[in-house]
């Protein structure tokens, strides 16, 4: 690999290093389910505000307002409607995806499955419970090797 190629995995490992922090303050989240009725109603009621003002508040009617909050519960709302009946409620959408492990760790577990790894016993030390930090030194290694796109 280049030296250029190899600067450029170091910038893309800094920046996944970075990502990954902002991350796991997201991962809370995980274990907090949306509520049954969905976010809309929850919040609705509980600031005590009835469907009908809700629908002036955004310039829909009622029954709109009805079927969007099932469409959220449904799943097929889109962000910009959500948004919009966000602002009724003076609130704001942010969405997040949420890695179910770190970043590096996926990534570490990825060269191993594709067998794309030559330092294996060294990576290996990650699925034994190794901190973060040496996680991150054997990515590094590892991208020295290969190229993160050939891994997908």
């Not at 990502?19 to 995980?30: G, I, K, S, Y």
């Not at 003002?53 to 307002?65: H, V």
């Not at 499955?113 to 054997?138: F, P, W």
């Amino acid at each position: 690999m280049s030296t250029t190629d190899t600067l450029k995995n170091r910038l893309d490992l800094s920046r996944l290093v970075e990502l990954d922090c902002q991350l796991r303050e997201f991962a809370v989240l995980r274990n907090s389910p949306a509520p049954r009725s969905g976010w809309i109603k929850a919040v609705r009621l509980a600031l005590g505000m009835t469907a009908p003002a809700l629908a002036r508040r955004i310039n829909i009617s009622p029954q709109g307002l009805r079927q969007l909050e099932q469409s959220e519960v449904d799943g097929s709302i889109s962000l910009n409607t959500l948004s919009r009946i966000a602002a009724g409620l003076d609130c704001e959408v942010r969405y997040v995806l949420i890695p179910r492990t770190s970043l590096v760790d996926q990534l570490l577990n990825r060269f191993l499955e594709s067998g794309k790894a030559s330092l294996v016993s060294e990576s290996h030390t990650m699925r034994s419970g190794s901190g973060s930090g040496d996680n991150v030194v054997t990515l590094a290694a590892l991208l020295e090797q290969r190229d993160l796109r050939s891994l997908w």
